[in-house]
């Protein structure tokens, strides 16, 4: 069964501290991997997206980084801020890149 | 600009009224489609479709029925609203960025309640 697991389900971190969310999936055949950021009471919005064959990907103070061979990715947030503050959800497309299984997300809350 | 635009935000229905989510794109794609949000979970696929006059069926259908008349437009109707239809929707419309990527933009949600 095509699945995205997500951790933590949710952090709580400093204002200007590092941290890093996971994702595990088992999606196949693989297209690609996306990273989106939701703020509270808004859609989500991409921040990366990662074919098969790119293993980083960065936007901003954001990096994400794919391993195909684990099926594993990550998102770095660098010197986090107060708008970090958000759910973060992984996304993997299968097959044609139509189907796409979602991750339930981190939520990240930022505090200063 | 707008993108992609949803009506209500927010709507309180009684268990058995109808009602339809109004979704509107400005960026002339092809492809859109409508998700439920459920606390814990994630998005899950309720309909999509991939031009005007095409519509299919995703992963949770059933009470929705939708209809592709222009590529503006993609409306989420519920037939007889039922308390575990209490979710928020969103609606999205996506694009080709290359390859078999695609690249989907989200409209802000409604937030309905059915009581």
């Known amino acids: 069964k095509n699945q995205v697991e997500q951790s933590p389900q949710s952090l709580i971190i400093l204002e200007g501290k590092n941290c890093t969310l996971q994702c595990n999936y088992t999606v196949s055949p693989f297209s690609n991997l996306r990273w989106y950021k939701q703020d509270t009471g808004r859609g989500p919005v991409s921040l990366t997206i990662m074919t098969f064959s790119e293993n980083t990907k960065s936007n901003g103070r954001y990096t994400a980084t794919l391993d195909a061979d684990t099926k594993q990715s990550s998102l770095h947030i660098t010197a986090s801020q107060l708008s970090d503050s958000a759910s973060y959800i992984c996304?993997?497309?299968?097959?044609?890149?139509?189907?796409?299984?979602f991750g339930a997300g981190t939520i990240l809350r930022v505090k200063s | 600009n707008a993108g992609v635009t949803q009506t209500p935000k927010f709507q309180v229905l009684k268990t058995g009224q109808s009602m339809t989510l109004q979704c509107a794109q400005d960026m002339n794609h092809e492809y859109m489609s409508w998700y439920r949000q459920d606390p814990g979970m994630g998005l899950r696929l309720i309909h999509y479709s991939v031009g005007a006059g095409i519509t299919d069926q995703g992963e949770v259908p059933n009470g929705y029925n939708v209809s592709r008349s222009t590529t503006e437009d993609f409306p989420l109707r519920l037939l007889s609203a039922a308390p575990s239809q209490t979710s928020v929707y969103f609606c999205a419309s996506s694009r080709r960025i290359g390859g078999r990527a695609i690249e989907q933009f989200f409209g802000p949600g409604t937030r309905l309640t059915v009581l």
């Open positions: 996304v993997v497309s299968a097959a044609n890149g139509n189907k796409l299984v």
